[in-house]
């Protein structure tokens, strides 16, 4: 490790311990130069401004939220495996609350933390294997912004409150409700067009060289129309 990459170790490290200890505020640069036995404008030749040096220690936190991400073993029922993803990512916003506000809080303002990515990139996988399966109701990208938006909305709702009076049996129906508004019943029991639709919308980038670029715009574009098709439902009168 190189003299430069140790001291930027040794200042996010004691920005985090500030943060965790002291909230937000504490992480000033006099207080991070002095913990970290370093003069201020190395903070600024290292990380730009203090905003450089949140993100870092954001990103730290959130290599901690991917670990998790990455041991989670995936199932045969892809809807389970979301639903687990959901939980996940709530508990890593109760365990890391300091963390989760700068990733999700005070950073994000058009500078996304880059790892967030690599968060949002799971959770794509994760809808398109419902997707694959026939199980999507709505495009990808539309389940992907429900999810995500619902998810983190949550988190943060919850920790806007007391940790004595946090009502985790909310996180639960918000996640059903989600979830179960994005997804249907497996497409072999259903003859739902549009489901069926947005399964194989979801399988066509894998076809490869197997269609020219006209070939897989049509496509998509047909499969767009219909995966937006809602058959009227029979009218159920006793």
Known sequence: MSEREAVRRRIVGAATRLLESE?????????????AGVQ???????????????????ESGFNEYLARKREQRLTDDPVADLHAGWDLHVQFGLDYPAHYLLMYGQTGQGHAVPAVNEGLARLRMLVERIA?????????DTAIAMVHAACVGTTLGLLA???????????????????????????????????????LKAAL?????????????????????????RAPRADRRA
């Open 161 to 199: 409150s007391a940790p004595a009076e946090r009502d985790l049996d909310r996180s639960r129906r918000l996640r059903e409700s989600t979830i179960g508004a994005v997804t249907g019943r497996p497409v072999a029991a259903t003859d739902d067009l549009a489901q069926r639709a947005v399964g």
């Open 205 to 229: 980038d894998q076809a490869g060289g197997m269609l020219t670029p006209g070939e897989h715009a049509i496509l998509g574009e047909l499969l767009d129309r219909l995966a937006g098709h």
């Open 132 to 140: 694959a399966a026939g199980r999507l109701t709505v495009g990808v």
């Open 23 to 35: 909230g937000r505020e504490a992480v000033t640069t006099r207080a991070v130069s002095a913990a």
């Open 40 to 58: 201020p404008p190395t903070i600024y030749r290292l990380f730009t401004d203090m905003r450089g040096l949140l993100e870092a220690v954001a």
